[in-house]
């Protein structure tokens, strides 16, 4: 079974700060990994999607890396604003086997940025 | 206006109640998810449905219910038999070429 684990729980860091946010994964075969954004009382906004072929993907002040080998992948915020502040969460969609197409989440780190 | 359209955005039950929630979208997807949200927790997985007139049973499925007899409505029941239904639903549909998942707004949903 899919076990999706994302470290911190919680980041609070002034604006300015390059940050990494961490989502480990216990089964390689995945199909793609993506990131989500989610603000309080709403429902999730797609950030990045990383195929299982590649290695990064970047959108604007956001990398995101993905290793397969080690199961692991990171998000990269550069240059954090108060805007940025949310929850973020990472899922991994599920390549093969009688789990085929089933999406697995990570518990979120919820991120804070002080002016 | 496109999208994944979840309604009603909050809903309140009397206990002993059946409730259902609407989720639409326009995106042409297959794949159809529900997902349950707990306050300070991660999404967990009710139903799946890669196509039509299918689907499997996630993570948490007991007390729940689905149908999927048109691709672009997959409606999640929420039966008398859960017990602590309190809760955030989210719907989602996967593109079918990338496997991007797109979430709906989701629907609160409280028992009295």
């Known amino acids: 079974k899919q076990e999706v684990t994302q470290i911190p729980a919680a980041l609070s860091v002034p604006e300015g700060e390059n940050l990494v946010l961490n989502c480990s994964f216990t089964?390689?075969?995945?199909?793609?990994l993506q990131w989500f954004r989610q603000d309080p009382g709403k429902g999730l906004t797609s950030l990045l999607l990383?195929?299982?072929?590649?290695r990064e993907q970047t959108s604007g002040r956001l990398n995101a890396s993905l290793d397969k080998s080690s199961g692991r992948s990171t998000l990269y915020i550069a240059a954090s604003q108060p805007g940025d502040s949310a929850t973020y969460l990472c899922?991994?969609?599920?390549?093969?086997?009688?789990?085929?197409?089933?999406?697995?989440f990570g518990q979120g780190t919820i991120l804070t940025v002080h002016p | 206006d496109g999208g994944i359209t979840q309604s009603p955005k909050y809903l309140f039950r009397k206990e002993g109640q059946n409730v259902t929630l609407s989720c639409e979208q326009n995106l042409n997807h297959d794949a159809m998810y529900w997902y349950r949200q707990d306050p300070g927790q991660g999404l967990r997985l009710i139903y799946y449905?890669?196509?039509?007139?299918?689907?499997q049973k996630g993570d948490i499925a007991e007390g729940y219910s689905v149908s999927r007899e048109k691709k672009e409505s997959f409606p999640l029941t929420v039966t008398s038999a859960q017990k602590n239904p309190t809760a955030f639903y989210l719907c989602a549909g996967r593109q079918r070429n990338t496997g991007e998942l797109f979430f709906g707004e989701g629907s609160r949903l409280t028992v009295l």
């Open positions: 899922a991994g969609l599920n390549a093969g086997g009688t789990s085929y197409g089933k999406l697995t």
């Open positions: 089964d390689s075969a995945i199909y793609n």
């Open positions: 449905s890669q196509i039509v007139n299918d689907f």
């Open positions: 990383i195929q299982s072929s590649q």
